[in-house]
């Protein structure tokens, strides 16, 4: 299984981008799926997530500005960024926890990480 993260760059304060992660491999279904951020001198943070039944959830400080998605036949989450903030710069990485076979147990994959990076 591999998790593969696109979509970053360079963006001006305001403006948007939206990040893509396909689960490829051997899968049988897909659970909650999410995005977390690491800037430069902090930890990692949980920014989004989605279970398989469409429930979402956000941190505090993107709500109203950052939409979670999936896309489960084509195995894809995505995150639409508006409104970015200098703040926002950070690596962003994907989170899927998924069954690879019927019965399995849920097991947690990461993506690479993509660089967001917010600067006029």
């Known amino acids: 299984v591999q998790l593969q993260a696109s979509g970053g760059g360079l963006v001006q304060p305001g403006g948007s981008l939206r990040l893509s992660c396909t689960v490829s491999?051997?899968?049988?279904?897909?659970?909650?799926m999410a995005w977390y951020r690491q800037a430069p001198g902090r930890q990692r943070e949980w920014v989004a997530s989605?279970?398989?039944?469409?429930?979402?959830n956000y941190v505090d400080s993107v709500k109203g500005r950052f939409t979670i998605s999936r896309d489960n036949a084509k195995n894809t989450v995505y995150l639409q960024m508006n409104s970015l903030k200098p703040e926002d710069t950070a690596v962003y990485s994907c989170?899927?926890?998924?069954?690879?076979?019927?019965?399995?147990?849920?097991?947690?994959?990461w993506g690479q990480g993509t660089q967001v990076t917010v600067s006029s």
């Open positions: 491999g051997s899968v049988y279904s897909l659970n909650t």
């Open positions: 989605m279970v398989s039944g469409g429930a979402s």
């Open positions: 989170n899927v926890g998924l069954r690879r076979t019927v019965g399995s147990r849920v097991t947690n994959y």
